[in-house]
């Protein structure tokens, strides 16, 4: 299928107008396709899987900005905790800890954002309000001297109901809004995906996450 450079533009200049960053999802791509968005100037893309992320690092150019934004095992942050530029979804303690751990090992710091879970489903990972303040008020975060967290990250529901993903966002950037009142490096709100990043944007989402309007749809 291949980039789409009208909607590339489009989306670029959504976000300019809302302060914001685009991540390039690319997963399931072919390099071919994310070396013509490169080509085009674009830095920042998303992967979901560690194999696939490793393996189109090495093929790549290695100014690109790679960004995690699947469910990460701990046993599998060592693969890219060398070159990840940012992980979007945090969702444990014992996820920060190994990232933390890694990050140490190769002498670096490492940007995060913690996932939370903003959907009515009950299969989107992350932490819940709970579950967030709770690990503010334990004051881990500060103890971690190898990963920065940058901010939050969350996904709406999976639906067409655009007033329930509203809702959502809204929830998320006023959670957004609270934590930075505990984490000062907090920065980043990464919200919003091709069928919802206008709303996102309209939200307070300074960071979106494009893949199908960008590539196409994926199989
Ligand atoms: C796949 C994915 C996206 C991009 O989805 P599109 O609908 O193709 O834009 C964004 N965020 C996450 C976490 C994803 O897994």
Not at 71 to 81: E, G, P, R, T, Y
Not at 157 to 168: A, H, I, Q, R, Y
Request: glycine share 8%.
């Amino acid at each position: 299928m291949g980039l789409n450079k009208e909607a590339y533009q489009t989306i670029l200049e959504h976000c300019f107008a809302s302060g914001a960053s685009l991540v390039a999802v690319s997963k399931t791509r072919p390099v071919e396709d994310i070396f013509e968005l490169y080509n085009a100037g674009h830095r920042d893309f998303g992967e979901n899987y560690v194999q696939e992320l490793t393996t189109k690092y090495e093929a790549l150019p290695k100014d690109i900005r790679w960004h995690f934004i699947g469910h990460l095992q701990s046993n599998k942050v060592k693969f890219i905790a060398p070159f990840v530029h940012l992980i979007h979804g945090v969702d444990s303690e014992k996820l920060l800890l190994e990232i933390n751990r890694q990050a140490l090992k190769f002498n670096k710091v490492i940007q995060c954002l913690l996932q939370v879970h903003i959907a009515k489903e009950e299969t989107k990972f992350g932490f819940n309000e709970e579950e967030l303040k709770a690990l503010f008020e334990k004051k881990l975060i500060g103890t971690l001297s190898n990963i920065e967290v940058r901010g939050l990250m969350g996904m709406a529901s999976f639906t067409g109901d655009m007033k329930l993903v509203e809702e959502e966002f809204k929830q998320l950037k006023q959670l957004f809004d609270s934590a930075k009142n505990y984490v000062s490096s907090m920065d980043t709100l990464s919200m919003g995906m091709s069928g919802d990043y206008q709303l996102a944007l309209s939200c307070g989402s300074n960071m979106v996450r494009v893949g199908s309007l960008l590539f196409g749809p994926r199989d």
